[in-house]
């Protein structure tokens, strides 16, 4: 059982040297409609995205020599299937 203080500590992330590259994980609901991608928006479509994880360098994340995530191995079409998952997470319309 979490307490509230941790509970907090997961809502944002606080400014700090020990923080450097870290972002709060978004919500995946109505990505449709919430394009461009990242905290800085510099993805512009989903399947840019799931290229980034799809290849992503493991030597660049910050993660103090633990292995916490790598690239994986998705084909295009693997890829095209990833991206239609995640279009499926928005609504048709918005209210
Ligand atoms: C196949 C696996 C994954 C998919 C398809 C996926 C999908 C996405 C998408 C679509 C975004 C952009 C959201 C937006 O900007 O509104 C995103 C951002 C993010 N994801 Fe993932 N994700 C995956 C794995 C992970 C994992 C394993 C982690 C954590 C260990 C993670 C943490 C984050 C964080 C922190 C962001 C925000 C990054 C930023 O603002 O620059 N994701 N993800």
Redesign the pocket.
């Given at each position: 059982m979490c307490t509230e203080g941790e509970i907090r500590k997961t809502l944002s992330v606080t400014l700090g040297q020990i923080n450097f590259g870290?972002?709060?994980?978004?919500?995946?609901r109505n990505?449709k409609y919430?394009a461009?991608?990242?905290?800085?928006g510099?993805?512009a479509t989903?399947r840019e995205?799931?290229d980034a994880?799809a290849d992503i360098d493991p030597e660049r994340i910050h993660n103090d020599g633990e292995a916490?995530?790598r690239p994986?191995s998705l084909d295009d079409r693997a890829r095209e299937d990833?991206v239609a998952f995640?279009q499926s997470l928005s609504a048709t319309t918005l209210p």
């Open positions: 870290q972002w709060r994980t978004p919500s995946l990505l919430t461009p991608y990242m905290h800085d510099s993805l989903l995205v799931v994880y916490i995530i994986l990833l995640l």
